[in-house]
Structures are given as structure tokens and as C-alpha cells.
């Protein structure tokens, strides 16, 4: 398993992924400055919306460990006729996902308890968005097949041109054209939908050209359903922790829920940035597991666990030197750019924990060990709520402290997850239980 082999699959996924958070960075950025109310909208909003898609990441995941495993056994046909189905499954959760988001956004803002003013933004921002969300979901399960076929430059240019869309749109529709933080959410669902359409393209043709069916067979999408849903699970959990996180910030100021908004927002950038070493765990290890190749899948993780604590430095240095320059590109109100620099400081330290975390998890999925991934992030919710649960009911006290050190605690609440994540992610690696081979 060489280091060339890895880079090639790695670098490309890494440019792709940091250009997705690239779309919410824009929409943070431009509505930034529109005020802290409707960047506290955002947050709320954004919380929700990526709660309603990311709960779906088994359809990138789970095919990608799919469709390797098959390539792995030398199954072409069957791998991409697998991932065909997986699209058909994106489409039907993705309208599904739309009605219930857009009907119910008003109920759904009013959960994380913030401001009406703030509420009243986020609902334009979730009701818009939702329409971008059947292609939110095709976009996941398409580059999941081509991840799978080791192909990670095709979702690199589709995302490149994606974001270079996102962001002309939506300057243009924000001030321009005068439609303040619904022109932000229009530019994000025109350009998710356009590179959902271009993806399914792409692997429409690959399934052509090895004899796969492209229509929709009954028993591959229900396989593809029933087979996500520890993933499904283990994502619930995760995302669960992500809006306690919210839920607690929005209870504290909406000075501290802003902040909290773009620095989850640079969370999701360094995430993502780590992320693509956790694409080319999930590749490379369902390839080596669908071959019979155990030695190899072992060795595979622990030369990704050390790029990954490295990386984790690296990025730890660099937003440590920048924490108090990057708050000026999200606003011009400086108390928050102090507010947002304490919690900056704090995600740095994180980092390093990051990087180990998501490998283990890519290792975990590439290998199709959905359950016991479903057990542990549930359990690791269980040990981070009730410190979430404790913190928002002195919300008042935290307000006391200032909104810096507020800030400053919520952080260190959600490294905690983190730390609880990384080990339970750790012990299960050392053990040999995930270790099954076969397509």
C-alpha cells in the first residue's frame, strides 16, 4: 500500500472536499455582512438543513463500500448496477426530505429557541433550501459510486464549477439584486442541483459502457436502503451532537450563536480537509477486504492514522495563526470577530484529535462495520448530552462570563465528544472483528 496510491486518491478528494464547506463558507461570508441577525439565521437554518441531508451520508459511504468491495472481487457490473440503485434511493429520500423540511421549516427553526428576529431569517433560508435537497442527496450517492471506481477527479471539478456557480450567484442575488438571505439560499439550491444532475450523468455513462441496468431494480434500492441504516444511525447520533451544540450556543446570546455558526462553519472546512484521508481509508480498505487482503487493510490504518494526526498538526498551526485574522472575512462587528477568535483558538488545540477521529471512521465504513459504528457514536452522544444539558441550564451564568468565554466553554464541551469519539474509535480499530473479507 504505497504512499503514491493513497496521495492519488487522496489529494483529489481533499480538493473536493474542502470546496463543499466552500458553499457554506460563501453563504456565511456574504450574508455575514448583512448583520449579525441574519448570520445568526444562517445558523440556525444551516444546523437544520445539514441535519436533514448529512443524515443521509450513507449514500456516499455505504456506496463506496459497496461498490470497492465488488471491484475488489473483480464484480464490475454488479458494483456499478449497485450504486445505480443507490442513486435511485437518493431521489426518493431527496423529495421526500424536501416536503417534509420545507413544510415544516418554521417548527423546525423555533427548536434551536432563538431570537423571533433570528428565527424569522432562518425559516426564508430553510423553506428556499429545502428544494436543493433531492440534488444535495444525488450529489452524495454519485460521488459515492465514483469514489468507489477510484475516481475522485470527476466530484473535484464538479464541486469546483459548483462553487465557482454558488458564489456569483449568490453575491449577485444577495445585494445586487436587493433579496438579502433568500438570494443566498437560491444561489446554493441552483448550483447543489446543477452538479447533482452532472454526477448522475457521469456515472449513468460509466454504467452504460460495463453493461450495468441503469433503471431501478426493487430489491438493489431496498438492499441499498436496509443496509444504510446503521450508518443512518450512527449519523442521527452524530448530527444529534452537532445541534445540542447549536441548541446550547442559541440558549447563551445570539452574539454566541453567531460565532458559534462560523466557527462550526471553519470546523467543517478543517473536517472535510481531514475527511479526504477517511475517503481513501473507505476506498482502499473495502478493496482489500473484498479481495482477501487483511494484512493489507491493517496496514492501510496505521499509515493513515499517523497522515492523519499529521495533518491534524498541520491545520492546528495554521488556524492558530490565522484565528484572528479570519474573523474579519465573516464580519465587521468586532465584538463578535473576539468572540469567534476564542473559539477559533480552541478548535486549533481539536485538530490533532480530528484528523485520528475521521480516519478510524473511514477504516470503519470501508470496511462495512455499519453496526457496531451505529453502537458507538449512540453511546458517545449518551456521554456528551447530559454535559450539553447541564451547560444550557446555567445558560444564564455562561451570558455572565461574557460571550468570549462562553464561547470559549461551549467549544470545549464539543471537544469532549470528540475525545469520547476518538477513543471508542480507537479501540474498536485494534480489534480484529471488523476484519471480514468478501464482496
Given amino acids: 500500500m504505497s504512499a503514491r496510491q493513497i496521495a492519488a486518491l487522496a489529494v483529489p478528494a481533499f480538493l473536493a472536499l474542502i470546496v ?20 445568526a439565521g444562517l445558523g440556525v437554518a444551516s444546523a437544520a438543513l445539514l441535519t436533514g441531508v448529512n443524515v443521509f451520508v450513507f449514500l456516499a459511504y455505504g456506496t463506496t463500500a459497496l461498490v470497492a468491495r465488488r471491484m475488489g472481487a473483480g464484480q464490475e457490473s454488479e458494483a456499478l448496477a449497485g450504486g445505480v440503485d443507490g442513486i435511485w434511493l437518493s431521489i426518493v429520500l431527496g423529495a421526500v426530505t424536501a416536503i417534509v423540511v420545507g413544510t415544516c421549516a418554521e417548527p423546525i427553526c423555533r427548536l434551536f429557541g432563538a431570537s423571533d428576529a433570528t428565527v424569522d431569517q432562518a425559516v426564508i433560508y430553510l423553506r428556499i433550501s429545502a428544494i436543493g435537497i433531492p440534488g444535495m442527496l444525488v450529489i452524495l450517492a454519485a460521488t459515492g459510486v465514483l469514489r468507489g471506481l477510484l475516481d475522485t477527479r470527476t466530484p473535484l471539478i464538479a464541486a469546483t464549477i459548483g462553487f465557482a456557480v454558488n458564489i456569483a450567484l449568490n453575491y449577485l442575488l444577495v445585494y445586487p439584486a436587493g433579496l438579502g438571505i433568500a438570494g443566498s439560499a437560491w444561489g446554493t439550491v441552483i448550483a447543489q442541483t446543477g452538479m447533482g444532475i452532472g454526477l448522475g450523468l457521469v456515472v449513468a455513462q460509466q454504467a452504460r459502457a460495463k453493461g450495468a441496468r441503469l433503471t431501478p431494480h426493487p430489491a438493489g434500492v431496498l438492499t441499498s436502503a436496509t443496509s444504510g441504516v446503521p450508518l443512518l444511525v450512527r449519523t442521527l447520533a452524530l448530527r444529534g451532537a452537532l445541534l445540542l451544540d447549536t441548541w446550547l450556543s442559541a440558549g447563551v446570546s445570539t452574539v454566541v450563536l453567531a460565532a458559534n455558526q462560523v466557527s462550526m462553519t471553519v470546523f467543517s472546512f478543517m473536517a472535510f480537509a481531514l475527511d479526504a484521508l477517511a475517503i481513501a481509508a473507505q476506498t482502499m480498505t473495502g478493496r482489500a477486504l473484498g479481495a482477501g487482503d487483511r494484512s493489507g487493510a491493517r496496514q492501510l490504518t496505521r499509515i493513515l492514522t499517523w497522515w492523519g494526526l499529521g495533518l491534524g498538526f498541520a491545520l492546528a498551526v495554521l488556524l492558530a495563526a490565522t484565528h484572528t485574522v479570519l474573523p474579519v472575512l465573516f ?9 469567534l477568535g476564542a ?12 484528523g485520528v477521529v475521521f480516519v478510524l471512521d473511514g477504516v470503519l465504513i470501508g470496511a462495512g462495520d455499519g453496526r457496531a459504528l451505529a453502537w458507538l457514536q449512540v453511546l458517545v452522544l449518551l456521554g456528551y448530552a447530559p454535559v450539553v444539558i447541564a451547560l444550557r441550564a446555567r445558560a444564564h451564568e455562561l451570558a455572565g462570563l461574557g460571550d468570549s468565554t462562553a464561547m470559549v466553554i461551549v467549544w470545549l464541551a464539543f471537544g469532549w465528544f470528540l475525545v469520547l469519539r476518538c477513543i471508542g474509535l480507537g479501540l474498536r480499530a485494534r480489534s480484529d472483528h471488523w476484519l471480514v473479507t468478501g464482496s
Fill in 343 to 354: 473559539a477559533l483558538l480552541v478548535l486549533a488545540v481539536l485538530l490533532p484529535v480530528c
Fill in 20 to 39: 463543499e464547506p466552500l458553499f457554506l463558507l460563501a453563504d456565511t461570508a456574504i450574508v455575514g455582512h448583512l448583520g449579525t441577525v441574519p448570520l
Fill in 331 to 339: 464580519t465587521n462587528d468586532r465584538h463578535l470577530q473576539q468572540t
